[in-house]
């Protein structure tokens, strides 16, 4: 037994230095390694098989967690400043985008957490072994990207929150959320379930605020109901804000995210274990995701009746028209007292910081998985951090609160931009027998979920590329500069576009799925290796992506 286990424990460095059938799949060149089903460790001591035995709720609680950790990304601080134009613009008409949108979130979630658990592999690891080298360092510079470009919103959502809090400059905010962050994360050191339930709490904190500011304001429930479950684009400008919406709601670092975290969970090896676990996963994510729909809703509630009526002062509709994270807050305390302006600052600070840990927490599994980089923990969180933070500062210093929120329509279309780098490998990967076996997507889940990702990348693609049209129009710059800018963009456009065609139809090659053990092992322990005081290899447990047991025991 023990030159078994010195055995594994000199095992390529794919395999995480963990004993699992799916996690010691892959080597560097992507193809499959032998690994035996029927190989044995010695189980911790006085560990038996009675955690199997636990209940259906115990089961549950102990997966509950990932989905509040990815249900930030559609409570980020850019969303909440696409719902409160939204909201401002167009009142309660465009609800059932969020609707729509939200239940879109769960479908992909849902493939990254499944992804996750059926090949004990997170998505940045999985291209890392499927891809060549070139195409590896672009999707891992891009996926740097998505995560720089995601932090803005969320670094200077946090400095708004300040400066409406305590008056502090927008700048010294900045600062103070990138220290502040890196406080919470050394909640890591006593393992992921404790930041999880701090982000929980962030998350119900947002929510009693924003139903709070819905309860002052009473919108009618008729009318609520009916922009939720009536599609309407009637408004001026409101597909442009509808676009808006949707493109802020997915977001490539996320997908990433939850797929690692859900390897945070010890997972018996079998393909019972792995289906409970992905269901598990979906009620867990959707009850989150629920939670997420109930706090945009608020929002885009609360402004649009606020903005939209007919006894709007023509002070209140002037603000109304330029609505952004820091105006809203002045803008909700002329009209409804200086708590409502706090409660606002009170949310948007737990969304700003609880979105800006998550991000860096995406950050560091997608340093580790494309990398396979040994850093220290501290370390990895500090450089992640910083290369996230420094451009928030940069124009913060140089352009005050009115550049710090264009730069997060910037940061916005970055996202946007990003966004296919990340999704297409996720819809291939769910959907390849060589990377789930006989866990990939059902015929039906692939062309729904093929169709609701081809929407969303043409949807930001329309999005970018007229609004950069746009701005060709309308820039004051002198038309050869125009010129120059277009022989600039336009080739880049086209390769992008080429890179997208790339991606989605590569045939896959690397093969990752091991076959899991038969469920009558489930318990990890046969009555011969029993009686030898062997047991089976059963839990595909990442203790490099989680420092602590998950509870209930």
Request: proline share 4%; glycine share 8%; aromatic share 8%.
């Amino acid at each position: 037994m023990e030159q078994q286990q010195q055995g594994n424990d000199h095992m390529h460095p794919a395999t995480w230095n963990v004993h699992s059938n799916r996690i010691a799949a892959v080597n560097v060149e992507g193809k499959a390694q032998s690994v035996t089903s029927d190989h044995s460790i010695d189980l911790p001591n006085g560990a038996d098989d009675s955690s199997n035995q636990k209940s259906g709720w115990r089961k549950f609680l102990s997966h509950v967690g990932p989905g509040f950790l990815v249900s930030l990304a559609y409570l980020d601080p850019g969303n909440l400043e696409t719902d409160l134009q939204a909201g401002a613009n167009h009142g309660y008409e465009l609800l059932w985008i969020i609707l729509i949108g939200l239940i879109f979130a769960l479908i992909i979630q849902s493939l990254a957490a499944n992804l996750g658990v059926s090949t004990g592999k997170h998505l940045s690891e999985l291209c890392k072994a499927e891809y060549p080298k070139f195409v590896k360092i672009c999707l891992w510079l891009l996926a740097e990207l998505a995560v720089i470009a995601a932090d803005i919103p969320e670094v200077i959502g946090t400095a708004f929150a300040l400066n409406i809090l305590f008056h502090i400059p927008v700048w010294v905010g900045v600062l103070c959320t990138g220290v502040s962050t890196l406080l919470l994360l050394g909640l890591q050191r006593y393992g992921i379930r404790k930041l999880e339930m701090l982000i929980a709490i962030l998350v119900f904190i947002m929510a009693g605020c924003f139903f709070g500011e819905m309860g002052h304001v009473k919108p009618d429930a008729s009318d609520v109901l009916k922009g939720m479950f009536t599609p309407k684009l009637s408004g001026q400008g409101a597909t442009g804000d509808a676009i808006a919406l949707l493109g802020a709601l997915i977001m490539p670092h996320n997908l990433f995210l939850h797929s690692a975290l859900v390897l945070s969970r010890k997972i018996p090896n079998s393909v019972r274990g792995i289906n409970d676990a992905c269901r598990y996963f979906l009620i867990e994510s959707g009850f989150a995701l629920f939670v997420a729909f109930l706090i945009n809703v608020a929002v885009i509630s609360v402004t649009g009746t606020v903005c939209v009526g007919d006894n709007v002062s023509p002070e209140t509709a002037d603000r109304c028209d330029d609505i952004t994270l820091n105006s809203a807050s002045f803008l909700l305390k002329n009209v409804l007292g200086k708590s409502s302006s706090t409660l606002y600052a009170i949310a948007l600070l737990a969304s700003g910081q609880s979105s800006s840990i998550t991000g860096t927490y995406a950050g560091q599994y997608i340093m580790q998985g494309f990398l396979d980089l040994k850093m220290r923990k501290w370390m990895r969180n500090l450089l992640t951090r910083v290369i996230a933070i420094t451009p928030s500062l940069i124009v913060a210093i140089i352009g005050g609160s009115q550049g710090a929120g264009r730069l997060i329509i910037i940061a916005s279309m970055i996202l946007s931009f990003e966004l296919p780098f990340a999704l297409i490998p996720l819809l291939k990967f769910s959907s390849s027998s060589t990377k789930m076996g006989p866990h990939k997507n059902s015929i039906y889940i692939i062309v729904i979920s093929w169709i609701l990702g081809l929407g969303i990348i043409g949807i930001n693609m329309y999005y970018l590329i007229t609004g950069f049209v746009g701005w060709l129009i309308d820039n004051n710059l002198p038309k050869v500069g125009n010129v120059f800018i277009g022989i600039l963009v336009f080739p880049l456009i086209a390769v992008y576009i080429i890179a997208v065609i790339y991606l989605t139809f590569r045939k896959d090659t690397a093969v990752t799925f091991i076959e899991p053990v038969k469920d009558e092992m489930e318990t990890g322990i046969s009555k011969s290796n029993r009686s030898l005081g062997n047991t089976t290899d059963v839990l595909p447990y990442r203790p490099d992506l989680a420092h602590d047991t998950p509870f209930p025991e």
